[in-house]
Every structure is written in C-alpha cells, then in structure tokens.
C-alpha cells in the first residue's frame, strides 16, 4: 500500500461504524465512509463535538449538519495550499490520500530538471478536479494542462494554484469533456512528458456528455497513451471504483501500452515499469494501520 503519511494539517483521528473522524487544518469533521466495517469504540471525545457532520441520506446522497465551520477554510501540504469547503456527495475539494502521487510525480518531475535545466517538461492532468495534483507538478516545475468538464471545478483549481503562490506558473486552464480533448490533441500532433489520469464512476460533460467508468476507461486510456513522448516521465491511473482494482488497473495500463508498441505512428520508446497498489492514510488510534482509500496505476518510464 502506497501510505500518504506525511501530512501536518490532515490527520485521520479514528474510524468506525461507517464513520471517518478528521482533523482538517483547525476543524474536526466527521464522514461516512462505506469501507468501514468495523465498529469503533468512539473513545476520543470528538466524536461529540464536529465542526460538521455529513450524514449520508437512505434514498442517496446526503446533507452536511454544520456546527461551527467557515464556508471556506485552507490547509497546506508542504508548500502547497489548498482552499477546502462542504461540498455535495460529503467531500470538501481534495483528497488527502493523493498526496504519496504528488510527491511521486513531483520527485520525477524535479529529477528531469535537474538533470536537463533546458527540458521543458509539460503534463497532461485529465480529470484535474481541484487540482492538487495541477499544483504539485507546476510547483515541481512542469508546464501542465488542467482538463476539467466542470467549470467550477477548474475556478476552484485556479484559486488553489494563486494560493500556493503559482498564478503566473505556465498552467492551461481548460473546460471540456476529456475524451474530446485527448482525440483533438492527438490530431494536433501534440505530446506530453506525464499523464495524469483521475476519472470519475459516473459523471457528465459540459454538454451533457455521459461518462461511465467502465464502458469508457480503457478506449480513453488506449488514446491518452498515444500522446506520450518518445521519453516520457510516467503515467499516473486513478481508480476510486470498488471493480477497478490495484491488479485491474496495472492490466489495464501494461495492455495499453502493449497496443502502443504495435503503432507505427506511436513515437514512444522508453521502456515502462507499471506497478500498482492500493492507496491508504495512517489511522491514528489504530496503530499500523492505514484506511484503503482506493488505487492507483503508475508506469515510471526509462
């Protein structure tokens, strides 16, 4: 399991009974979460007194119960600062368990710099939510393209960016369904040195596009590797779906690009090492043990 565990403003304070406890930046929220199985003790007192509480509806969706929680708040991740609030379907904009794929992609990314002063190394981020992932590779000093259908979504991700203090770092802010994107970027003959790839299970596009996870992933994935450079950095699979495993995933990559190599027009020639494992936070009252928190595909390219 690949351990975020070098958060300061985040802490996973406890689970149990389909609950999380969390310490986000000064406030303590309280979220459902359907892997949790197990019953808790609940010792620690704040589990009675949340800054909010997200309780999850019998019919679908949910609504948050706030006590005393500003409607929007920040925390930071090493030098990176994200701006958090309660946002429908429980989540607050970021997802700390990303952060062990930011410091992965950002320690490649930093190694090519310095390696090559003159490399331009430019990253495709498709999916690119709120942008944590955005930040982290143009903080590590990528030029990066943020490809989002929603437009809030990409004005959230713009102001995470000014935030960290990277408004004039060379980031392309785009609107648009993704699978169109990466069609109309491979006719333009363009390529990237990274890929990062977060799809959602079910989602629609700005024109009202349909998007289901299985139906679509690997034609889109089959795509997105042909924009790759002859030697690329890595490229970085994302799966929060219960049917796309830590295997699945590395099945799906290792095949996409076995299919690449049999193009002719395919420009890349690195050699690829696809891994794949579950992601985890550390859970502070259980010690040794990390929450699942999904998984996650990653090719390092040499």
């Not at 679908?60 to 409607?71: A, F, K, T, V």
């Not at 379907?89 to 090519?112: C, M, R, Y």
């Not at 295997?247 to 890349?268: C, F, S």
Request: hydrophobic share 40%; with cysteine.
């Amino acid at each position: 399991m690949w351990i975020a565990d070098q958060w300061k403003d985040y802490r996973l304070l406890d689970t149990g009974s389909g609950e999380r406890l969390e310490q986000w930046g000064d406030y303590v929220l309280i979220r459902p979460d359907p892997q949790i199985l197990w019953p808790g003790d609940r010792k620690n007192p704040l589990w009675n007194k949340p800054n909010a509480r997200y309780h999850r509806s019998k019919s679908g969706g949910g609504n948050w119960e706030i006590r005393s929680l500003p409607e929007v708040w920040s925390i930071s991740y090493r030098d990176l600062i994200f701006q958090l609030k309660p946002f429908s379907f429980k989540h607050t904009g970021l997802f700390p368990e990303q952060a062990v794929n930011w410091d992965w992609t950002g320690s490649l990314i930093k190694e090519a710099v310095k390696k090559d002063p003159d490399r331009e190394i430019r990253i495709l981020n498709l999916f690119a939510y709120t942008g944590g992932a955005t930040i982290a590779a143009a903080a590590a000093g990528a030029r990066v393209t943020h490809v989002d259908a929603a437009r809030g979504m990409v004005t959230w991700a713009h102001e995470n960016a000014i935030a960290s203090g990277l408004e004039d770092a060379p980031i392309r802010w785009i609107v648009d369904d993704c699978i169109k994107f990466v069609n109309r970027e491979i006719r333009r003959g363009n390529h990237y040195d990274g890929i990062i790839m977060d799809p959602p299970s079910y989602g629609r596009g700005p024109k009202g596009e349909i998007w289901k996870l299985e139906e679509e992933i690997y034609p889109l994935l089959a795509a997105s590797v042909k924009l790759l450079t002859e030697k690329p950095l890595f490229f970085l699979l994302n799966s929060y779906t219960t049917g796309l495993q830590a295997g699945v995933l590395k099945y799906l990559l290792t095949k996409a690009l076995d299919e690449l190599r049999e193009d002719p027009d395919a420009v890349l020639k690195a050699s690829a090492l696809v891994e794949a494992d579950e992601l985890g936070l550390p859970v502070e009252s259980s010690s040794g043990l990390a929450l699942p928190c999904g998984a996650s595909g990653r090719v390092t390219f040499s």
